[in-house]
């Protein structure tokens, strides 16, 4: 606007083809701030924690949105048509694949035909995958070591993808992914701080198998590896039996999925004398709101490391 103003400040008058050319350079040089902005590569993801990967390689040449906010489940979400719109328009598309979007994953191999859109996943040997009956588990993100992987995937995708700007995503991504495997040390470490017979971790839905398995606990989900999947009282009463036997102190809540089915588990077995409480809530599938310390990926980490970790060494029962 301050260039409009100048002009009508001159007290001579101007005719109107002058007029017209003067607006004409206002609207270029408007034009030119606007492609400068929109140079930036727009990068659409699905979950945030991809979104965070993202961020963090792609830096000052990205602009990242991820479709699927804080407490958002990713097994049952469907894309809106504003999701369409976001991913058609977008210069990439990065999802999780291992069927995580399960709603999704035909749109995005459909789209891949033809235009840039990837799975982060792609790169982890099968053999690193966990399967469950004739899927594999999708919720790689809990094994910093694989999450390692599709962070090296993200780079690979940035650097093909925008040749120019290669060192700069590198100098980017060794930052973050050497953070990444230095948090991976520091979870063994806290795990350990369990006493032993404690290293059981139930929630909600089966999203923490690849934790147990790179970090030492036992994990028993609720659900299957997608809340899709239907339990029965025979779940139920294994569950149970897992938690009596062992004297487990406290199970846990997940932000993407309804907590009432866990709370009930809480109440029956007080109900039969034992003490449990629950133990806290877990980001699973999706962060905490943006700003927020589990709003970032390293900090949805942290928090539920430190959740669980405080509640199995430490569990009071509840009065
Ligand atoms: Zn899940």
């Known amino acids: 606007m301050q260039p409009l103003m100048t002009y009508s400040t001159i007290s001579r008058p101007i005719n109107s083809s002058a007029s017209r050319a003067l607006k004409g350079l206002i609207g270029l040089s408007l034009l030119l701030l606007t492609f400068s902005v929109q ?10 924690m991809i979104a965070d990967l993202a961020q963090n390689i792609g830096g ?16 049952l979400y469907k894309a809106t048509q504003g999701d369409l719109r976001r991913l058609t328009k977008a210069d990439i598309v990065l999802y999780n694949g291992l069927h995580l979007e399960g709603k999704m994953q035909d749109i995005f191999e459909q789209m891949g035909r033809s235009r840039p859109v990837f ?9 690193q995958l966990r399967q469950h009956g004739h899927f594999p588990d999708p ?11 599709a962070g090296q995937r993200v780079l690979q995708i940035l650097q093909q993808q925008d040749p120019k700007n290669k ?60 809340t899709a999947s239907q339990f029965g009282l025979q779940d139920i009463k294994l569950l149970k039996d897992i938690i009596v036997k062992n004297q487990i102190k406290a199970l846990f809540v997940e932000s993407s999925v309804s907590p009432r089915f866990i709370q009930s588990l809480v109440a029956g077995v007080k109900a039969e004398g034992h003490d449990l409480s629950i133990g806290g809530e877990l980001y699973s ?6 700003g927020t310390p589990t709003g970032n990926y390293f900090g949805m980490v942290k928090h539920n490391v430190n959740t669980i970790v405080d509640a199995l060494k430490n569990a009071k029962p509840q009065p």
Do not use: C
């Open 60 to 75: 000052q040449y990205v602009e990242v949105t991820a479709l699927m906010g804080s407490g958002v489940d990713p097994h």
């Open 139 to 149: 919720h790689i993100w809990f094994d910093l070591s694989l999450w390692h992987q």
């Open 285 to 290: 599938d999706a962060m905490g709101q943006s």
């Open 167 to 226: 060192q700069a995503y590198a100098d980017n991504a060794q930052p973050y992914l050497n953070e990444m495997l230095q948090l991976h040390e520091w979870i063994k470490d806290q795990v350990l701080s369990i006493p032993k017979s404690q290293r059981i971790l139930i929630t909600a839905h089966d999203a923490f198998g690849y934790f147990g398995q790179a970090y030492g606990m036992q994990v028993e989900g609720l659900q299957g590896i997608s």
């Open 39 to 48: 140079a930036q590569l727009k990068i659409t993801t699905t979950t945030g």
């Open 119 to 127: 799975a982060v996943s792609s790169l982890i040997p099968k053999a």
